[in-house]
């Protein structure tokens, strides 16, 4: 009974209204419709979070599309993966191939260093390894900039771009920012 009371001081209503009709639960009854309870609140909030995460997929596939077609590309090509990354390099002005060695020779070291076990070589590959994938990075941060520039903003909306980049895709895409291409 004791159970029941905390319950029912805690706001649950269905309990409420069992003490209400004088039925008495023993405390595991209680328990599970307080876990009851619970559940369906966590399943509610669940769905909402799928629905919201839907809709900003769909939004996001729309404003890379629409950032494509601004670029004079086919919109559709923005839905194949890995062929959408070697078009954007291309939006952006930069080069795909180079990156695509980048992430090749990370692959390639990290696979030999975990391979050879402890030791000088693994070491070194392991050093190889932390410098490819900053590389890596900065030639992302390199292509948010190149697709900032040719859509004729600047370092803020590069920033942008990197930080927040759902937003400002969804800025780029469906705002009135016009592709003017690289002018090197």
């Known amino acids: 009974m004791e159970t029941l009371l905390i319950a029912a001081a805690s706001g649950d209503a269905a309990l409420e209204e069992v003490i209400a009709q ?9 328990a ?3 876990i009851g309870g619970i559940v369906g609140l966590v399943a509610g909030m669940g769905a909402v979070a799928l629905i919201i995460g839907l809709v ?6 729309i404003a ?11 919109g559709w090509k923005s839905i194949i993966p890995i ?4 078009i ?5 002005g930069r080069n795909f191939w180079k990156y695509l060695l980048i992430c090749l ?3 390639i070291c990290s696979t030999i260093a975990s391979s050879v076990g402890a030791g000088a070589l693994a070491t070194i590959l392991g050093i190889v390894t ?5 590389w890596a990075i900065v030639e992302l941060v390199l292509l948010n900039h190149g697709l900032s520039k040719n859509f004729g903003h600047g370092v803020g909306f590069t920033l942008g771009l990197i930080f927040l980049s759902t937003i400002f895709t969804l800025i780029l895409g469906l705002g009135s920012s016009q592709y003017i291409g690289s002018k090197e």
Do not use: D, H, P, Q
């Open 64 to 74: 890379w599309w629409r950032i494509f077609t601004k670029a004079g590309e086919k």
């Open 88 to 92: 954007l390099f291309k939006i952006a």
């Open 56 to 61: 900003v997929l769909v939004l996001t596939i």
């Open 32 to 34: 599970s419709a307080a």
């Open 105 to 107: 020779g990370m692959s």
């Open 83 to 86: 062929y959408n990354v070697y």
């Open 130 to 134: 932390l410098a490819l994938c900053i």
């Open 22 to 30: 004088g039925v008495e639960l023993t405390s595991g009854e209680a």
